[in-house]
């Protein structure tokens, strides 16, 4: 087992997210994860698991909420500042200056194509990243059970993202306390 790195310190939090922003634009989850986990090993997969679903609740974008959690744990508010602001420099530079480009050529047919490409692309990554995210949960039957059950509740029976949230949240946190005693 390789040794633990030492925590990060804002430079790198702000660097390595400034990376994930601009390779993982439209996209960065599985940047980030791949950043998190496998690079520069700041947190286990099943501690990055846990703190993306803790960021998943939390109003806003799961990323951006995750370089804050992520950049406050290691240094507080000064540390969510340069996890943050790496993460957003790059994609905001980049969308301004993508933005002036698609004012001027978004009408002609290959730039329309390309943008199909992406599309599918990006669903290729969020596939994947979903499957490496729920590695944890495959030795953990309680955790396949409830993910499946509120994939169902979304996906198939279509209730509303709030009310199965609402309830699947505390039924989770209740029946994983009971099958760990």
């Not at 990060?8 to 791949?34: K, M, Q, S, Y």
């Not at 199965?164 to 949240?169: D, G, N």
Request: charged fraction near 10%.
């Amino acid at each position: 087992m390789l040794p633990q790195p030492p925590p990060p310190t804002r430079r790198d939090l702000f660097l390595g997210f400034l990376g994930v922003g601009v390779c993982g634009f439209g996209g960065v989850l599985p940047w980030a994860r791949r950043m998190i986990v496998d690079q520069r090993r700041w947190l286990s997969a099943t501690e990055f698991t846990d703190l993306l679903g803790l960021c998943q609740f939390l109003p806003g974008p799961n990323v951006i909420n995750l370089s804050v959690a992520l950049g406050s744990r290691f240094h507080g508010v000064s540390g969510a500042a340069s996890a943050f602001c790496g993460l957003m420099f790059a994609p905001m530079a980049i969308v301004i200056a993508l933005g002036a480009l698609y004012a001027q050529y978004g009408g002609h047919p290959t730039v329309r194509h390309a943008f199909l490409g992406l599309a599918a692309a990006a669903s290729g990554l969020v596939l994947a990243t979903a499957l490496k995210i729920s590695a944890p949960l495959r030795t953990n039957p309680v955790g396949i059970g409830i993910a499946a059950v509120t994939l169902a509740a979304i996906a198939v029976v279509r209730l509303p993202l709030p009310i199965v949230l609402l309830v699947m949240a505390p039924l989770s946190i209740f029946v994983t306390t009971r099958a760990g005693r």
